[in-house]
């Protein structure tokens, strides 16, 4: 199955001529399924079934070096050796080296994932083996920053402030600072080194609890539940993405691709801060007043979705659209199966039609849009 993708690296590479590409696109549409070949969402994680099994043995060969390098950090430290401290001094000796083993633990990890990276992802170029070597160099490195940061804290002082109902959140707010701004670099690193999209992904993330911890370190830990925080950076999130879209309004480079996962940052974030600057929580339960509200916001952000033309906004919102609907359902005389039953037909039903009319829907709302200049960037036309 080719792609725009495929098409456009044939291009640039002389395989095939410009005039031969865009005959070629037209042959591909006329075929049973024109909409596949030039959707922009087209994910491209699996080339064979050899990149999931791939994948299963790079997660269990990486668990098995995480236990390895743990337990060679323990011996290495002398822990198997250690009684139990008897002064101050001892008490502190120990603590030094657990921080030690926290560093050391993970860094076989990390230099074995980034050595697979190599070539998986630099040389092979498969996404799916990638991802989840990406996800292991940003865990090990979050903890091996976490780790770091634990010297800069002192555990008996820490200890004692906590025994006085100072509270922990020195050394939760340190090791959270360090922990994520370990990850976000990693994933930059990732990057830059391999332009691999999915580690947008954990750039947002770990960039976003850097945010995170930071409103709840000076607003309290309560602010971040609040919503006004999550859709902060869920709309900082968004506007990224849209940048990369803007970058490529035919959806054919890998700009979509960076797009596309940081629109999946984006979206959760947004509609658990919308949620909890209406309910005061984004996980609160919803009245019925509110939940008609929040069904309301729902819509309006699936229009959006529409006009971006990225389904992935829409997904994200299903938990919380079924939701708001059940409670609806439930109110107006539902209950029991009858709700289950009613919310099940009338979400499954829009999606299906949502789903079999996604390009009929999109050019009924893209004539409420401009189609020239910025706006016709950032709301690509439909293809007729």
Partial sequence: MFDKTDIRAAVEAGAISEEGAKRFEAFLKARNDPDRMLDPENLRFLSNFNDVFLTIGIFVLMTGLGFLSAIAATNILGFSTMTEPNSLAEATALADRLRFAVILGPIPVVVGAWLLAEYFCGKRRLLLPSMALAIFIAWGSAIVGAGLASFFVDPITTAMRIERDAGPWEIITSISYAGFAAAAIAAAAIF????????????????????????????????????????????ATLVAAIGFDMKDPTRSTRSSDHAFWLHMAAAPQIILGMRGLLLGSGFAPASMADATVMLIVLIAFALLSLALNRRALIVSGLVTFATALWVLVNELGGGGVNTLMLTALIIGGAIVLLGGGWRTARRAILKLAPQSGTFGRIFPPEPA
């Fill in 192 to 235: 830059w080194r391999f332009r691999l999209p999915f580690s947008l992904f954990l750039l947002a993330g770990a960039t976003a609890g850097l945010f995170y911890t930071a409103v709840a370190q000076f607003a309290g830990i309560g602010q971040v539940g609040s919503g006004l925080a999550m859709l902060a950076i869920g709309i």
